[in-house]
């Protein structure tokens, strides 16, 4: 069996794909929403953006709503395929297991 | 760096949970504004039918047709705010649009004999169809369809002046519904 996608082979980064998995294409989940869904803290979860960008699985937007300041994260098309493919792994093994 | 077949399954069922968890917020964020509109619609038509009773068909007619544009209007300015697009907010116009064409089928077939009975039929169900859409989208949404159910109830059978109930309570509760939804 090939080895699973290192990128996103970590809780974190796994929760953030799916949160962001069903979203429509080109749509965004604010940085908030995200940590809600998620449930880690804002470093860390800032932190495991990071990587998925630098990975170009995520894109992400700063702006200002008013005076306040907006951070959106949204899937990539190689990290809709990444994921896709990742969950097509998971699903293997629980395949070849049973 | 290979997994158990129970550590798979534990990684699918996060992945479901976060999907699951996601989607609903991003659905009530979307249903929001849409909410909020249509309890200033709901105020003003039942506030306005009450004032002036002979003129209701009218006031509702007028109202339908700014909501509808409303909603429209609502769409394009969260794609301005950034947003690719808006998926659902044609479908909370489609939801309005059924249970209205549904309402007035029903006087049609079944003209309401009273006034209340005029004006807590499109509340219940509103109420209900609130509580049909939670059993997939989320409990906020099941909540808030029981609040306006019942308060349509009781405003039936044991307050009067209806139309003033109902435009305090229908739209307050939805505005309310729609600032809440704002906060998932």
């Known amino acids: 069996m090939e080895q699973p996608d290192p990128t996103i082979h970590q809780p974190v980064r796994l929760k953030i794909m799916a949160a962001l ?4 294409a080109g749509e965004a989940l604010e940085f ?8 880690a803290t804002e470093g860390n979860l800032g932190a495991h953006i990071t990587t998925l960008e630098q990975a170009g699985y995520v894109g992400v937007e700063k702006d200002f709503v008013g005076k306040r300041p907006r951070t959106r994260v949204s899937m990539t098309p190689q990290g809709r395929r990444a994921f896709d493919a990742y969950v097509g792994y998971l699903q293997d093994i629980i395949g070849a297991a049973g | 760096m290979s997994l158990s077949s129970q550590e798979a399954s534990a990684s699918l069922q996060q992945v479901e949970e976060a999907s699951r968890r996601s989607s ?12 909020i509109m249509w309890g200033i619609i709901w105020i ?6 009450g004032l002036f009773p002979r003129y209701g068909w009218w006031l509702w007619l007028g109202l339908i047709v700014i909501g509808s544009v409303g909603g429209i209007v609502l769409g394009h300015r969260y794609k301005r705010d950034g947003y690719a697009s808006s998926p659902y907010a044609w479908r909370m116009g489609a939801l309005w649009a059924i249970i209205l064409f549904f309402v007035f089928g029903t ?3 079944l003209p309401p004999h009273l006034d209340k009975q005029f004006c807590a039929f499109p509340a219940l169900i509103t109420g209900c169809a609130y509580m049909a859409i939670g059993l997939w989208r989320g409990l906020r949404y099941v909540i808030s369809g029981m609040v306006v159910a019942t308060l349509t109830l009781v405003g039936y059978y044991f307050i009067e002046p209806i139309f003033f109930w109902f435009a305090a309570v229908g739209g307050g509760a939805m505005i309310l519904t729609g600032l809440w939804f704002r906060t998932a």
């Open chain 2, 24 to 35: 609903q917020l991003y659905f009530y964020h979307c249903s929001s504004p849409h909410l």
């Open chain 1, 32 to 39: 908030v929403r995200l940590k809600a869904v998620v449930g």
């Open chain 1, 21 to 24: 998995k069903p979203l429509p």
């Open chain 2, 44 to 49: 003003i038509g039942y506030g306005g039918t």
């Open chain 2, 107 to 109: 006087y049609a077939i």
